[in-house]
């Protein structure tokens, strides 16, 4: 076993490295920085106790910002769950035209939040705005409205838009639970007489709640970090009315106090409130093994209460309930194969719409862009726009570097987080359950969270505007995904196929590259194929580390970005540059779709 351990640090300590470099140092910083006394260039000043968190806690906003937070991960998380749990019923079902439907599902998940941030922008501007023209039309509005640009209705905008931009996410997270019950348990409840709802309260229901547990826990760590769309929305706004803490501490630390050590003790607020979910997504992923440890064991006595009054189980014995008539399933059988394909084609058509308005919108001119009502269709199609975009921005820059950056990301994660999940799954040894453990903690942390220690120490080590320093950084917070879905795919390999290997004299990486990755490679496609997407869809690190213009160092969605919110936005030239950033991100997507589902919930199955 010693050997083994020994042999070990060889495969896991490239992992462990990235992780102490970028997220752990990162963190500790950002825990000094909050205790340090700062100018407006970041510079220490010596040390200040508790001051920062003082003047954060004398802040007018604070109250405003932190309502909002709740406000904000409570409905957002929980109108998602509650849409999400039809839409997995309905995408769990065979009718005709579901692929079509989950692809369209697949779009607002693949594309990313900057864009779809800047779609929905454009639909919610004042006068010219799509969404007042349809509710004027529909006659629920009188007169058009200010979406985010007027305080009383900012913040319920973004509200709405996150919530629309979180169902996609979450309803993939409970469809793969749902395709985890075994078949025959329904067909035991039909046995018994069970009818829909019956069926759905008493067998779908207790056997999905692993994974709703999984799919809360996860949305609220996702909702909670999502940065982009209230930023592109209406982080350009004066004042802090539709902030949360996590926008409201960028703002203190690089845009209106420029003060890192105030922003920074906000962080450290939102670290905290991320960590407890962590401990949750331990508690959940971990089950009776987490109980071994001391923190488990704690964090299960604060927390067994309300653990067993939620996770009550239905009564034991036979399934109370009532035969339907046979009119009624007369009736269901001969609607149904209208009804399901029906209400995906509205499914279908929600989702699409901001991308369908973005696609029409790139073919008009100023003149219709701006049009007062707006318009639907253009009045005259600017074909023309799809050429000039290459001369109005920068795309060609913005496109290079985004693939730049996107490409030596994904390939140092594969290179480090692939031997990784290969050992841990086909060996034991001392310290594994805390590497995998140590990994499980980082999923669940976004670049955000630890914006301003990042930033200080990207600073520190003269890296800011550097193509190596961001690239580490992506490749530190998309590590956990590869090593999870890995680790499962090499746990499911036969062990006698790596033992014939053996036989034949390989070592363990030759028997890695010669058999396992040959064997895995739907799951090694998947992994390279989402961690491309993540880093090509990254805003917030890009934003802070990787923005020079004038030396051609900025990303695509850091370009997009700052050209929304001018006196007069081409929206045109944007959504043509959106769409052909997005167009070969979603097919990449929908290409390893099937796969994907599986390896969302694969942490909470090991």
Request: net charge positive; proline share 5%; glycine share 8%.
């Amino acid at each position: 076993m010693r050997h083994r351990t020994w042999r070990s640090l060889a495969w896991i300590s490239p992992s462990v490295l990235l992780i102490i470099a970028v997220i752990t140092l990162p963190a500790l910083r950002m825990v000094w920085t909050s205790l340090q006394l700062t100018d407006e260039t970041g510079v220490s000043h010596g040390f200040a106790g508790l001051a920062n968190y003082r003047r954060l806690l004398a802040e007018p906003a604070l109250v405003n910002v932190l309502s909002n937070t709740v406000v904000w991960v409570l409905l957002v998380v929980g109108v998602s769950i509650v849409a999400a749990l039809g839409l997995a019923q309905l995408l769990n079902k065979r009718f005709f035209g579901r692929r079509l439907v989950r692809w369209a599902l697949i779009v607002p998940w693949a594309t990313s939040l900057v864009m779809t941030s800047t779609v929905w922008r454009y639909m919610l501007e004042g006068g010219n705005g799509i969404v007042n023209r349809f509710l004027m039309d529909l006659g629920v509005i009188g007169a058009p409205i200010g979406w985010y640009q007027d305080p009383r209705y900012a913040f319920w905008s973004v509200v709405g838009v996150g919530i629309v931009v979180t169902i996609p996410f979450t309803t993939y997270v409970l469809l793969a639970g749902l395709q985890a019950i075994d078949p025959q348990v329904y067909e035991a409840g039909k046995l018994d007489g069970a009818g829909p709802w019956k069926t759905y309260r008493y067998i779908t229901l207790p056997l999905l709640r692993p994974a709703l547990v999984i799919a809360t826990i996860l949305v609220t760590i996702y909702v909670f970090n999502s940065f982009p769309v209230i930023w592109v929305i209406t982080g350009s706004n004066p004042g802090n009315f539709s902030d949360i803490t996590l926008t409201w501490a960028y703002k203190i630390a690089f845009r209106q106090q420029l003060n890192t050590g105030e922003g920074a003790a906000l962080s450290v607020f939102n670290v905290l409130i991320l960590i407890v979910v962590v401990l949750l997504y331990l508690r959940a992923v971990n089950g009776d093994k987490e109980r071994q440890t001391w923190l488990g064991r704690a964090w299960a006595a604060l927390t067994e209460r309300l653990g067993r009054r939620w996770s009550r189980r239905p009564p034991a014995g036979p399934v109370p309930v009532v035969a339907p008539g046979r009119a009624d399933r007369g009736v269901w059988r001969r609607v149904r194969p209208v009804a399901l394909p029906l209400a995906g084609l509205v499914v279908a058509a929600f989702f699409l719409a901001p991308y369908a308005v973005m696609f029409l919108a790139s073919f008009k001119d100023g003149a219709d862009l701006y049009a007062v009502p707006a318009t639907y269709l253009p009045q005259h199609w600017e074909w023309s726009n799809w050429v000039k975009v290459w001369d109005v921005l920068p795309l060609t820059m913005l496109l290079r570097n985004s693939l730049i950056i996107a490409a030596a990301s994904t390939a140092l994660v594969m290179v480090i987080a692939v031997p990784a999940a290969y050992y841990t799954a086909r060996n034991r040894f001392t310290g594994r359950t805390g590497f995998l453990n140590l990994v499980l903690i980082t999923q669940v942390l976004a670049p955000v969270a630890l914006v301003v220690g990042i930033y200080q120490e990207v600073v520190y080590v003269d890296g800011v505007n550097q193509y190596w320093a961001i690239v580490v950084v992506n490749a530190a917070f998309n590590l956990a995904f590869v090593t999870w879905i890995m680790n499962g795919q090499f746990a499911g390999v036969d062990f006698a196929i790596e033992e014939a290997a053996m036989m034949e004299g390989l070592g363990p990486m030759r028997r890695m590259l010669r058999i396992m990755l040959p064997v895995v490679r739907p799951g090694l496609v998947t992994a390279l194929v989402f961690t491309f997407i993540q880093v090509w869809n990254e805003f917030v690190i890009s934003l802070t580390v990787f923005n020079d213009p004038t030396h051609e160092r900025v990303t695509l969605p850091v370009g997009i970005q700052q050209l929304v919110g001018l006196n007069q936005t081409n929206y045109q030239y944007l959504f043509v540059a959106s769409l052909i950033a997005t167009v070969p991100v979603v097919v990449l997507f929908i290409t390893v779709e099937r796969h994907l589902v599986g390896g969302l919930t694969a942490g909470s199955v090991k």
